[in-house]
């Protein structure tokens, strides 16, 4: 299974302690070089700057240079640069929250999840306290209607999730 990842997912499972979850549900992931950029960007929170300065051993880096089809994508150089790689590798999966982007990527064919999803999947799976991780995920800047994660809270309490 290639998973590739934009920016959003790692940056905000790195802000609520859960990016082991990516090894977990997928044993690695792909990043194309301007979201390591993006995630080490002195903007960035110290904690996913620091992640991102050594990547683990189950994150695999890719060349922007390789990727020709990204400057035609009119998005940010991560997300160009992550459904560019993901097409041109044949991605299983695309990690990615940016709208314009999964519009993009699905219009190219590709499946695309957020952070959300990757969430509501690790915790079909028993990997994390779903309720817990998005009280978290909502302590930090991340975006998200309230009746979606109530939403999202109470498929899970019914057991509909999924």
Known sequence: MLVVADTGPPHYLLLIDAIDLLPRLFGAVTLPMPVLAEL???????AVRAWAAVPPP??????ASDLPEAARLRLGPGEAAAIALAQAQGATLLLMDDRAGVAAARARGLAVVGTLGLLDFAARRGL??????????????????????EALLAQHRTGQAG
Do not use: M
Request: glycine fraction near 0%.
């Open 40 to 46: 080490c960007h002195p903007a960035a929170p110290p």
């Open 58 to 63: 189950w994150v695999a880096v890719v060349a």
């Open 128 to 149: 994390l306290d779903l309720a817990a991780a998005l009280a978290r995920l909502q302590a930090t800047n991340f975006r998200v209607r309230p009746e979606v994660v």
